[in-house]
């Protein structure tokens, strides 16, 4: 069994002091004998070093634990604050929102170590919320600029304006 903990990108090993730190060598994390070892690891370091890192097998190459993120609770009156702070509009596409049709979206996902506070918190229409589930958002705005250039592209792709605006969103990209 080789067992490590890491995020996707970095994995907990240790520095020359004995202490924990991450790197991005896999052949430097620490190994766990065993799922529990590698728990205790995480049970007992639960801050924000750790947010969003799991226990992953290296050679069944999957994920085999992961933390359960807590998530605060939003009252109705945080909720109506931030409905207000933007104005009752998703923060992705710009759809006009009610109080009771909107989401709250971590701007950085909690299971890409991204806080649980109200900075990193915007208001989101439930479609747009589906669609960006974990992603960052330079990745979220990369996919779908791809998405709509190559639906475009299909749709469009002997007419004229079209030809123009892809002529013109390059000189912009
Ligand atoms: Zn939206």
Known sequence: MAIVITNGTYYICLNENGKHRKTVDINKAIQYDSIKQ???YLWSHQDNKTQG???YDT???RV???QVVRRKHRS????????KQYNGRCQLCGKKLTLDDMTLDH????N??????????????YAC??????????????RVTNVFMYQMEKKCKHNLQWKCIKRLLKTLG
């Open 129 to 142: 919320n589906q669609l960006k589930n974990n992603i960052l958002p330079e990745d979220f705005l990369n």
């Open 107 to 110: 701007v950085v996902p909690l």
């Open 59 to 61: 050679e069944k190459e």
């Open 112 to 125: 890409l170590g991204g806080a649980d506070e109200l900075e990193n918190i915007q208001i989101v229409c």
């Open 53 to 55: 890192y799991y226990i």
């Open 76 to 83: 109705a009156v945080t909720r109506e604050m931030l409905y």
């Open 64 to 66: 085999i634990w992961k």
């Open 38 to 40: 590698a728990k205790g």
